[in-house]
């Protein structure tokens, strides 16, 4: 997110970003335009759209979209937790389906189901038995690798869990903390899918062998990252399948993903219990299925749109394939021992 948790701006990151229309669309002038022109949408520090898009938005609705970054998705869904009796906005993007059960069960989202078309793509991604998160897009959370670090050193790239405990890469890897990440939280449930029980002892190994744990996406891949645009020192870090177009340099790739570490993540839009301008929050949800908003997903976010409508970029199939078969966790195991595997992958990693 994402994400999309990908090659964002910080500037943007950032950013508030409000359009300049201030004229109530018909659709809601009958009714309080002073009490529903104006939204307030949270989302996670690696939102972006288009400005000409939320500009003709604005213009086709009357309504004012201000849009607020408290932080990563995983400082996102506990922002939304903690302020659920006087919520900070309107609507909120960017809690996933590692997340999505706790911000359910904690009451943070009214219900609204969405009449735009995409919405029946979207449906394949809903949380089974609530009707008050809406999928806007997904992709897989994987591990990245800096191609030329490896061809340089004439290291083989690693291709699985298991490689990453080998002495070769001692040092090499930098990931999030799942904790406060929503990448983090993936990984980590990847682990557990692929090592079930002794994930743990996985874990162990990973630490003996010099893993890096930081913050958040950003921390991990603008900072870590040792692919050209970057300079970090880790070569081997946690981002997504759909990360390496956007490192394309002279028509050649400098990353790739490691499609067999790949957890499946998809976001969600949703409308705030307690919103202040819950109608014109609900234009918003739509809006986030509509083609405009769609389209500008890939290029913005590096992320796959749900629309089924929409093309993402040629380059993709190159460069950002989709794994065939993502590590995935039963969403209701994922609620049940959330906090427990955060615990326990704390006491392992950072005792």
Avoid at 75 to 103: E, H, Q
Avoid at 192 to 206: E, H, M, N, Q, V
Wanted: net charge negative; with cysteine; glycine share 6%.
């Amino acid at each position: 997110m994402r994400i999309a948790r990908i090659a964002v701006p910080a500037a943007l990151a950032a950013a508030t970003l409000t359009g300049c229309s201030t004229t109530p669309h018909p659709a809601i002038a009958s009714g309080s335009p002073s009490a529903e022109a104006e939204v307030t949408v949270l989302t996670h520090d690696s939102f972006a759209v288009p400005d000409a898009v939320v500009a003709q938005f604005e213009k086709d609705t009357g309504i004012t979209v201000t849009f607020v970054a408290p932080g990563d998705a995983g400082s996102l869904t506990n922002k939304l937790i903690l302020t659920k009796d006087a919520p900070l906005g309107d609507v909120a993007y960017g809690v996933d389906n590692t997340f999505a059960s706790r911000a359910i069960a904690e009451g943070v989202f009214a219900d609204y189901t969405s009449a735009a078309p995409a919405a029946k793509d979207a449906q394949r991604y809903a949380v089974e038995g609530s009707h008050v998160l809406t999928a806007v897009d997904y992709s897989d959370v994987c591990l990245n690798y800096d191609v030329g670090y490896f061809a340089d050193h004439h290291l083989a790239v690693p291709q699985t869990f298991d490689d990453l405990l080998k002495p070769e890469y001692k040092g090499l890897l930098s990931v999030t903390n799942p904790a406060t990440s929503s990448p983090g939280l993936a990984f980590l449930l990847a682990t557990i899918a692929a090592k079930g029980d002794a994930w743990r002892d996985y874990w162990a190994g990973l630490v003996a062998n010099d893993v890096r744990v930081t913050a958040s996406w950003s921390d991990t891949y603008y900072t870590d990252f040792s692919a050209p645009n970057y300079g970090g020192d880790y070569p081997l870090v946690l981002s997504y399948a759909s990360s390496p177009p956007s490192e394309v340099i002279d028509g050649e790739p400098t990353t790739a993903a490691l499609l067999d570490t790949c957890f499946r993540q998809v976001e969600y839009v949703g409308v705030l219990a307690g919103a202040k301008h819950p109608a014109a929050a609900q234009r918003v949800v739509d809006w986030m299925l509509s083609d405009a908003f769609q389209a500008s997903v890939p290029e913005n976010m590096y992320v796959y749109p749900v629309s089924g409508s929409v093309q993402v970029p040629a380059e993709w199939a190159a460069y950002a394939p989709l794994t065939q078969s993502p590590w995935t966790v039963d969403p209701a195991a994922i609620d049940a021992n959330r906090e427990q595997w955060i615990r326990e992958w704390t006491q392992v990693v950072q005792p």
